[in-house]
């Protein structure tokens, strides 16, 4: 009796769990995307830390910056980006740590911070992003969003299998080795425009040697790495931002 009694507790259980998500408009996913879910989470979670000397290219519309320095990223949502001169005196420098970016202009002596989320990257961008998204775009190690709730395998198209995300605010599509896990490709939508992240790897190598982002026709980067470095044990304080006193301070909401 009690053996009949825990079978139907458990029977219960997983209808109402079935119900619950069928409510939530959540579609189980197939065995095979479960596999290649735990798979790219095991691809980032073995990756400890990142540094690197970078060179950044961004355009935004018509204006175009290059930056030349040292780039710091430590998953799950923290990095720091160290421009610096011909002359290797920092220039600009950028951390994000707490769900918080903040930067400070060393030669304009000017320093901002706002909040990195879905919110505000989807106001500056046009594609809800948020600290973890960006760390995990800088390592080439992509996980899911947050609140899953579809996940889907398409077929292979010119660009190789993908893997498309629906979540309850972004829309991904991951292009991928699906033995090795290894994203060479990511489309990220749900917002005014989409933000597409192309990597080139050279083999065997843990992180990609270069990043091409484009969001729309406004917005272009490409992010080259020099000399990459993994598991260094940076330290949690390398991520933040002593701002000099009397700097001009913006929060930006």
């Known amino acids: 009796m009690r053996a009949r009694r825990l079978v139907s507790s458990t029977g219960l259980a997983l209808c109402l ?3 619950t998500a069928a409510a939530r408009g959540i579609v189980p996913p197939s065995d095979e995307a ?26 935004r519309g018509g204006r ?26 920092p220039v600009l420098l950028l951390t994000v740590s707490g769900g918080t970016l903040s930067a400070y202009n060393v030669v304009e002596n ?8 879905e919110q505000t990257t989807s106001r500056w961008l046009g594609v809800p992003l948020d600290a973890e ?16 709730r579809r996940v ?25 080795d699906v033995e090795a896990g290894e994203v060479h490709k990511v489309a990220i939508g749900g917002g005014r425009t989409t933000l597409v992240v192309t990597y080139t790897r050279p083999p065997g190598s843990p992180v990609p040697s270069e990043i091409h982002a484009a969001a729309g026709q406004d917005f272009e980067a490409t992010v080259e790495y020099r000399e990459p470095e993994i598991a260094t044990g ?12 009397g700097a001009n301070v913006q929060r930006i909401r």
């Open 34 to 59: 479960r596999r290649l879910l735990a798979l790219l989470q095991l691809r980032r979670d073995e990756l400890a830390d990142l540094r690197t000397l970078a060179e950044v290219t961004v355009r």
């Open 234 to 245: 940076l330290d949690a304080e390398r991520f933040e931002l002593r701002v000099p006193n």
């Open 152 to 176: 889907e395998i398409l077929p292979s198209d010119g660009e190789g299998p993908s893997l498309e995300l629906t979540g309850e605010r972004q829309r991904a599509r991951l292009w991928l």
């Open 17 to 19: 769990a079935a119900c």
């Open 110 to 117: 000017l320093a901002f911070s706002y909040q990195v989320n």
């Open 64 to 89: 175009i910056q290059r930056f030349s320095g040292v780039l710091l990223v430590k998953p799950p949502a923290s990095l720091r980006f160290e421009a610096l001169s011909p002359l290797g005196q």
């Open 133 to 148: 998204d960006l760390v995990g775009l800088l390592l080439g190690r992509v996980i899911p969003s947050r609140g899953l």
